[in-house]
């Protein structure tokens, strides 16, 4: 990967809709460039994914919760069925598999408290692993970005 690879991924990962002539425009390289390099860091894996990101509120989120899990054994099979179940639930949107007090972080959206605490009833009560949850209700979002400081 190259300053222009790097050039190429800041752009569009501030705007994936970019058209392929602003980005060889911006960039200053040929549209056959942009298209063949694209075409490169898609098949190698570096762009993963390419989404549309969602304002919550007017989806009726209204909840961020932090979350940090401490689970009761450190068997690796058990390890892996949390993960397994946190990349399966929808409202989890991120988990972290962390070093430190917790054994996991993770970031979980609800329409209301309400619906936040059937969540924690049936992703952490419910299973018997979870030693103990300590939750940090998001009061205010300063800053979230999926932009990486390339």
Do not use: W
């Not at 392929?20 to 694209?38: F, K, W, Y």
């Not at 639930?89 to 996991?104: E, L, M, S």
Request: net charge neutral; proline share 2%; hydrophobic share 45%.
């Amino acid at each position: 990967m190259d300053a222009t690879d790097r050039k190429l991924l800041d752009q569009v990962q501030r705007n994936s809709k970019i058209s392929i002539q602003s980005l060889a425009d911006t960039i200053g390289v040929s549209t056959a460039s942009v298209q063949r390099r694209m075409r490169s860091l898609r098949e190698a894996g570096v762009i993963q994914r390419e989404v549309a990101i969602l304002d919550p509120k007017p989806l009726g989120l209204g909840i961020t919760a932090i979350v940090a899990i401490e689970l009761e054994r450190d068997r690796l099979d058990q390890i892996d069925a949390f993960k397994r179940k946190a990349r399966e639930d929808r409202q989890v949107t991120h988990c972290y598999c962390i070093a430190g007090d917790a054994d996991f972080i993770l970031v979980v959206m609800a329409a209301d408290m309400a619906d936040y605490e059937a969540f924690t009833h049936r992703f952490f009560f419910a299973d018997r692993n979870v030693r103990k949850f300590r939750t940090s209700i998001v009061v205010s979002t300063e800053k979230a970005t999926s932009e990486l400081p390339i």
